[in-house]
């Protein structure tokens, strides 16, 4: 049985282990196949995440993040004291 799912989001690629972290309804069973390909509606440059043109002097990392989501390295708080407190 064929899907079509629209306005999912793919937030993260990990290359290595080829694996997708979408957002939105995946429909289908586990272990099943599924076929994912760019929104059909033209976007002005650049396109969105994971559209993008690799350098080919350069390895692909093994995870690809959108622009949007924290990645792990880097910090998501940060502290620092005011004069006030004592």
Not at 62 to 76: G, I, M, Y
Request: aromatic fraction near 14%.
């Amino acid at each position: 049985m064929k899907r079509t799912c629209f306005s999912l989001q793919l937030y993260r690629i990990n290359t290595h282990y080829n694996v997708l972290y979408v957002k939105g309804q995946v429909p289908g069973e586990k272990g099943g196949f599924l076929e994912i390909s760019d929104a059909w509606k033209k976007h002005e440059a650049p396109p969105p995440f994971p559209t993008y043109f690799p350098d080919l002097n350069k390895p692909i990392g093994e995870d690809l993040f959108a622009d949007e989501v924290q990645q792990f390295t880097e910090d998501s708080i940060n502290f620092s004291p005011s004069k006030n407190n004592k």
